[in-house]
């Protein structure tokens, strides 16, 4: 956690799990840890990944801009 934002990446999947969802279970407790430790937003970070919406997720737009001396 990084000041008052947590942040998920990179979780894994393999198929002869899919009917436990350790992936959802992991994400609850990453969720859950944020929360204990008063996070004030949970960022799933890039990507529009389906299961990042059934938690809750909404999209975000971030800008960058570059300025260049001439």
Do not use: V
């Amino acid at each position: 956690m990084a000041g008052e934002r947590a942040s998920y990446c990179l979780s894994g999947f393999d198929p002869a799990f899919a009917e436990l969802s350790p992936g959802m279970l992991l994400i609850a407790h990453a969720i859950s840890e944020a929360m204990r430790e008063k996070a004030g937003c949970f960022d799933f970070l890039r990507g529009a990944e389906p299961y990042k919406y059934a938690w809750g997720a909404h999209d975000l737009h971030t800008y960058r801009r570059t300025i260049r001396r001439s």
